[in-house]
């Protein structure tokens, strides 16, 4: 069976297809967007005064992934649009692509594989790939971020996520999900997996963190409670997640973050050469 059709354009046709709703509960989608918003803030490349069209024009992004966009509250480009002339979704479902794009005027969305990109070399400042190379099959990996190298700027940065092997409660969800014919994921990845796989791609790596310490089964509480009480439950819900995100600061964060986090950032040519590296 070829990868289309085992996990490609066609599987993720039929997910996006069964979605009966969004995937978080909408106070944690929000509080998600919120972190990944903050996080983009601290390690993308500088935006230049948007007021000034010559400054936009020279900025530009990428995302790989749009089920975000396409059904949560927890969706980015709807707020990144404006700080980049050039903001372009990618998705390899037709059908999350289409959806993104009457949810998020303004934007590209156009249906590709990450591991075939429709983009000339050095297209984009910031890509962003959240839970996008942890649905591939794992010797695909290296040609995706092959790929992804290719269309980043030099000194440009890719913020990629990633469903974390350090936590062990989320780790044993995948595999519940799995075992129950839920939604596809390849692997879970440690950071010295991810850390060794940008480097063999000829990224480097300058920031690492984990994200998202909100436990597997907490979300569907809070649906199931919102659903039960309505609007009542808000602060309750919200208790819980204030909770989670004080949890998130402990010394303990890298067994309880659901996401490893990392700035992957493509050297300029200069920098290769005084290590003594082939940029091409």
């Known amino acids: ?113 990450v591991c075939n990109l429709p983009f000339k070399n050095e297209s984009f400042d910031l890509i962003l790939s959240n839970s996008t190379l942890d649905h591939l099959p794992f010797d695909m990996i290296p040609d995706a971020i092959n790929e992804l190298w290719r269309v980043l700027k030099q000194g440009g940065c890719m913020i990629l996520t990633l469903d974390s092997r350090h936590n062990p409660l989320h780790l044993l969800s995948h595999y519940i999900r799995r075992w129950m014919g839920g939604y596809h994921e390849e692997h879970c990845f440690t950071i010295q997996e991810a850390t060794a796989l940008l480097n063999k791609g000829r990224f480097q790596v300058s920031d690492i963190t984990v994200i998202c310490h909100i436990p597997p089964g907490v979300n569907l509480m809070a649906k199931m409670l919102y659903k039960a009480i ?44 005084e290590k003594g590296l082939d940029s091409d």
């Open 1 to 113: 069976m070829s990868y289309n059709n085992l996990w490609g354009s066609d599987y993720w046709d039929g997910v996006a297809r069964r979605m009966n709703g969004p995937i978080f509960q909408e106070q944690i989608a929000m509080y998600k967007r919120r972190l990944y918003l903050d996080l983009i803030s601290a390690w993308a490349p500088p935006v230049e005064d948007p007021i000034h069209r010559a400054d936009r024009e020279a900025r530009t992004l990428l995302k790989t992934d749009l089920f975000e966009e396409a059904f949560g509250k927890d969706l980015l480009l709807d707020s990144l649009k404006e700080k980049y002339s050039t903001t372009i979704g990618m998705d390899i479902s037709y059908v999350v692509a289409e959806k993104a794009k009457k949810q998020v005027p303004g934007i590209s969305c156009l249906t590709n594989d």
């Open 230 to 273: 309505g609007p009542h439950s808000n602060r309750l819900i919200q208790y819980i997640i204030d909770i989670f995100h004080k949890v998130g600061q402990l010394p303990t964060r890298f067994i309880t973050g659901r996401y490893i986090a990392l700035r992957a950032v493509k050297a300029i040519e200069s920098e290769y050469k």
